[in-house]
């Protein structure tokens, strides 16, 4: 069985940085399983996450070891818009991910770059904006809109690509209870429909709707035991 996140002896230092912040790392992830993964400030959360989605080595330079397979397939051999149609990104701050002055602009801007026809857009609009409960908002500016709502559009923009695979890189950082109430919820219904989760996180308090916890600790990956350090 081919399982959609396989991370093998993943090893990677910055340019002009003499220290690897990831050595020998390994990971498995199964169909359906969210996966949380901890550690310090600075320790290579982004820069795992950016190495699971591709972001490196695409778009970031340095010494890449190792390999990073999606459902069977190396992130070096796939390009960009292929992993974005495999595994979809939520970032820290759905601010650096919202520029348009609508919603429904923002979702349609994914799919219009890799060229899907106008009406199979629509549907995906329609389809993404009911399943992350915002579908009055089609119209609205996105940046007038509380962070948790941000957040719930950025991923619904990402939804929109049909992504099998899900980091949310610290998403619930910026938001309020009430607003990491609704995109743990989200994440929780996105899991019930066979995706697979990662969230990179700080906040031990979200580790909850998790599967399973992992700590980076010295460039590698270790079970949680309730402490970072």
């Given amino acids: 069985m081919t399982l959609p996140i396989v991370v093998k002896d993943l090893s990677f230092q910055y340019e002009n940085d003499a220290t690897k912040i990831l050595r020998h790392?390994?990971?498995?992830?199964?169909?359906?399983?969210?996966?949380?993964?901890?550690?310090?400030?600075?320790?290579?959360?982004?820069?795992?996450?950016?190495?699971?989605?591709?972001?490196?080595p695409h778009v970031y330079g340095g010494i890449m070891e190792g390999e990073v397979l999606l459902n069977g397939k190396s992130t070096r051999d796939l390009t960009l818009p292929a992993i974005a149609t495999t595994l979809g990104i939520v970032f820290q701050n759905p601010d650096h991910?919202?520029?348009?002055?609508?919603?429904?602009?923002?979702?349609?801007?994914?799919?219009?770059?890799?060229c899907?026809?106008?009406?199979?857009i629509t549907r995906r609009i329609?389809?993404?904006?009911?399943?992350?409960?915002?579908k009055e908002f089609r119209h609205a500016n996105p940046?007038?809109?509380?962070?948790?709502?941000?957040?719930?559009?950025?991923l619904a923009a990402v939804l929109s690509l049909q992504p099998e695979?899900?980091?949310?890189?610290?998403?619930?950082?910026?938001?309020?209870?009430?607003g990491k109430k609704m995109v743990k919820e989200m994440i929780l219904r996105l899991q019930a429909e066979g995706k697979t989760i990662v969230m990179i996180e700080h906040d031990l308090e979200n580790l909850q709707i998790a599967d399973r916890v992992l700590v980076l600790k010295g460039g590698k990956l270790e079970p949680f035991t309730g402490t970072l350090s």
């Fill in 143 to 154: 940046h007038q809109l509380s962070g948790g709502q941000r957040q719930l559009i950025a």
């Fill in 25 to 56: 790392l390994n990971l498995s992830v199964d169909k359906g399983e969210i996966v949380a993964i901890v550690g310090l400030s600075g320790i290579g959360k982004s820069t795992l996450c950016y190495c699971l989605s591709g972001i490196i």
């Fill in 126 to 134: 329609d389809e993404v904006l009911e399943k992350v409960g915002m």
């Fill in 165 to 178: 695979i899900l980091i949310f890189d610290e998403a619930m950082s910026q938001i309020d209870i009430y």
């Fill in 97 to 114: 991910q919202l520029f348009s002055f609508s919603v429904e602009d923002e979702i349609a801007f994914g799919p219009e770059n890799l």
């Fill in 116 to 120: 899907v026809p106008k009406e199979e």
